[in-house]
């Protein structure tokens, strides 16, 4: 079992930036690859960025590329998101989710836990 807690949401303006933190309790958090989804009002969720577990491989929706960065510390059992560049479009709830020794997958099926979501609001 890992329970997953995300934070470090909020409300910024466009061209703000935020950096979320997902932070892994439980089973060997280095075994799991990470991805961050969201979800915006009437939405479904959808894809954001994901890492592998051995912290080679990395993804990235074509809408975030260049904008957002996915890391994570193994020592400290924590998957980060910094969002540079924020769109009012990036407005949703963001959600952290784990799949045991995933390659960072960019579909949600795979993963196995998830977390309550923080909310990321961006005014323009």
């Known amino acids: 079992q890992v329970q997953l807690v995300e934070s470090g949401g909020g409300l910024v303006q466009a061209g703000d930036s935020l950096r979320l933190s997902c932070a892994a309790s439980g089973r060997v958090f280095g075994s799991y690859g990470m991805g961050w989804f969201r979800q915006a009002p009437g939405k479904d969720r959808e894809f954001v960025a994901a890492?592998?577990?051995?912290?080679?491989?990395?993804n990235y929706a074509n809408s975030v590329k260049g904008r957002f960065t996915i890391s994570r510390d193994n020592t400290k059992n924590t998957v980060y998101l910094q969002m540079n560049s924020l769109k009012p479009e990036d407005t949703a709830v963001y959600y952290c989710a784990a799949d045991y020794w995933g390659s960072g997958s960019t579909s949600a099926p795979p993963y196995e836990y998830w977390g309550q979501g923080t909310q990321v609001t961006v005014s323009s």
């Open positions: 890492i592998g577990y051995n912290n080679r491989n990395t």
